[in-house]
């Protein structure tokens, strides 16, 4: 079945710092694959997302490109702030067939950033 | 005010109670879900609906139950609670139309069992 392998916390960085965080995914066809973000206390926010094979997402200085060749989805910042520390979510979706509601998740990333 | 609305946020009850937790939202969208989350599972699927007619299991349903009472209104049961129900759920939405439609999430609700 689909999967999503997401690389495990926690992190931690400095203010500044530059942030990647790995996500591959295994799945067949042409699935669309997103970043979620949950914020302490609260639900889950799209970060950004992709539909197809060399898009980039980009949101709030985070980018993620989807790369086929490699089922990679790794979420990348330059000059990550307090302000992003959180827990992140690489997910996909199916695009046809009968599975295209379910949203297959990794299990999540914590990321702690220090002043 | 939100779009996903989940009552309530918090919950603390004992082992063999009903539980009844409640969505509702105000975008319009005709798909409704419920997940639990659990610490280093990630989310799981629990029950989803793609109209007030459809309910279809998701990947952990059992011990749970649902209803989808109108477009807007999607609650999750728990007919007999047990410890291991203990769990942050959330409800999502998402529109039906479209190549890549996001799911848009509730803030939770944290379920205690004792």
């Known amino acids: 079945g689909d999967s999503v392998t997401q690389m495990e916390g926690p992190v931690t960085l400095s203010e500044e710092a530059f942030l990647t965080i790995n996500c591959t995914y295994t799945a067949t066809g042409y699935p669309s694959l997103f970043w979620y973000v949950q914020y302490p206390g609260e639900g889950l926010q799209l970060l950004l997302k992709?539909?197809?094979?060399?898009d980039k997402g980009s949101n709030k200085g985070f980018e993620a490109t989807y790369r086929k060749e490699t089922t990679s989805f790794h979420l990348e910042k330059g000059s990550v702030q307090v302000s992003d520390s959180a827990v992140y979510f690489c997910?996909?979706?199916?695009?046809?067939?009968?599975?295209?509601?379910?949203?297959?998740f990794g299990k999540g990333t914590l990321l702690t950033v220090n002043p | 005010d939100a779009d996903v609305t989940q009552t309530p946020r918090n919950r603390i009850t004992k082992t063999g109670k009903r539980i009844m937790l409640e969505c509702s939202q105000t975008k319009g969208h005709d798909r409704m879900y419920w997940y639990r989350q659990d610490p280093g599972l990630g989310l799981r699927l629990i029950y989803y609906s793609f109209d007030v007619k459809d309910i279809n299991k998701g990947e952990i349903s059992d011990g749970y139950s649902v209803s989808r009472q109108a477009q807007a209104k999607f609650s999750l049961s728990l007919e007999s609670a047990i410890p291991n129900q203990t769990a942050l759920y959330f409800c999502?939405?998402?529109?039906?139309?479209?190549?890549?439609?996001?799911?848009?999430f509730g803030d939770g609700t944290r379920l205690s069992i004792l």
């Open positions: 999502a939405t998402s529109d039906r139309l479209g190549i890549g439609q996001p799911q848009h």
């Open positions: 997910a996909l979706t199916k695009n046809s067939g009968g599975s295209n509601y379910k949203l297959t």
């Open positions: 992709a539909t197809k094979a060399d």
